[in-house]
């Protein structure tokens, strides 16, 4: 179950990274391209996503 959730965590940063990329102008053919909104959201995006996976695959004590 652990590998799961920390799987969607990387999941979630990817989807993260899409949008910031798509926020910027990066990549192109979306509503969400070139919107200062997914240019602050996707990042966020990326840091639950990175620390959801962090937190379930860190060594346990």
């Given at each position: 179950m652990r590998h799961v959730?920390?799987?969607l965590?990387?999941?979630?940063?990817l989807f993260?990274?899409?949008f910031t990329l798509q926020g910027?102008?990066?990549v192109q053919?979306?509503?969400m391209s070139n919107?200062?909104?997914w240019s602050v959201l996707g990042p966020i995006v990326v840091l639950v996503g990175l620390f959801?996976?962090?937190v379930?695959?860190?060594p346990r004590r």
């Amino acid at each position: 179950m652990r590998h799961v959730i920390g799987g969607l965590g990387v999941l979630v940063a990817l989807f993260g990274l899409l949008f910031t990329l798509q926020g910027f102008g990066a990549v192109q053919g979306s509503p969400m391209s070139n919107t200062t909104t997914w240019s602050v959201l996707g990042p966020i995006v990326v840091l639950v996503g990175l620390f959801l996976a962090f937190v379930v695959w860190r060594p346990r004590r």
